[in-house]
């Protein structure tokens, strides 16, 4: 959080949930992960009606978009487990979305998670699962 969100969260009287804190520190961490790869970033926090995609990237002539799941520990299971088949469907149908916006570009798709661990508020590993599953059923696209 910079100087002047937590500026706003003070003078709202309401700091960010730890939570939500820690998922924005995820996506941040993401996104310079993955743009230390070569993935040219686009936008962060797509959101229609039908869902959310946390960051959207282009890798040549493929449209990559990314869910992005931060944890503390990994006790009980993988942070990816956590994108079930209506997180998904979720993503699928926001993906649509966004290319529609962008009136169907040619282009190759494809959905990646990363996860970012945590320790003590600082980044222990990035984690990226590139193509970790398809659009849903039964949308096409291309």
């Known amino acids: ?8 969260a003070i003078v709202a009287g ?14 941040r961490a993401a996104k310079k ?28 002539d493929c449209l990559v978009f990314v869910e992005v799941k931060t944890r503390s520990n990994e006790d009980w299971s993988r942070p ?11 993503l699928s149908l926001t993906a649509l979305d966004y290319l529609r916006q962008l009136r169907h570009p040619p282009l190759k798709i494809r959905f990646d998670i990363v996860e970012v ?8 590993e990035v984690r990226h699962l590139p193509n970790t599953f398809a659009l849903s059923a039964p949308y096409r696209y291309g």
């Open 1 to 8: 959080m910079n100087l002047w969100q937590r500026l706003a």
């Open 14 to 27: 309401k700091p960010k949930p730890e939570n939500l804190r820690r998922g924005e520190f995820g996506e």
């Open 33 to 60: 992960h993955l743009c230390s790869l070569g993935l040219k970033f686009l936008t962060a926090n797509f959101k229609t009606s039908r869902g959310e995609i946390d960051l959207v990237f282009r890798d040549d």
């Open 80 to 90: 990816a487990a956590a994108v079930n088949a209506a997180k998904r469907r979720r």
């Open 117 to 124: 661990l945590l320790t003590d508020d600082a980044v222990r």
